[in-house]
């Protein structure tokens, strides 16, 4: 059973920091490319960060460059964004996405909710 489970959210002051982890299983979690998506309130998706073949290739999103950090461990099949400088407009549901290297298939966790809010 394939399962992507989110944790780390929360409320949290603009220019406070939150780590959120990612922690997968039932899939060879090393092959696919582990993404960041948000989902603002009214809004649509919006890709945020992605890992790539290894931990070496990483890419952001305009509006989080220099603010976020995204990583993998392969020894814990598990993908985290450290998140600094936050902003009211990083305000969105977090989900975790793993893709197949084939992209055929596409995996989703349930999300986690992150608030910036003074």
């Known amino acids: 059973e394939v399962q992507l489970v989110e944790s780390g959210g929360g409320l949290v002051q603009p220019g406070g920091t939150l780590k959120l982890q990612c922690a997968t299983s039932g899939f060879s979690f090393s092959k696919y490319a582990m993404s960041w998506v948000r989902q603002a309130p009214g809004k649509g998706l919006e890709w945020v960060s992605g890992v790539y073949d290894g931990a070496d290739s990483t890419k952001y999103t305009d509006s989080v460059k220099g603010r976020f950090i995204i990583s993998r461990e392969s020894n814990t099949n598990t993908v985290s964004l450290q998140m600094n400088n936050l902003k009211f407009e990083d305000t969105a549901v977090y989900y975790c996405?793993?893709?197949?290297?084939?992209?055929?298939?596409?995996?989703w966790g349930q999300g986690t909710q992150v608030t910036v809010s003074s």
């Open positions: 996405n793993g893709r197949s290297p084939t992209k055929l298939y596409d995996y």
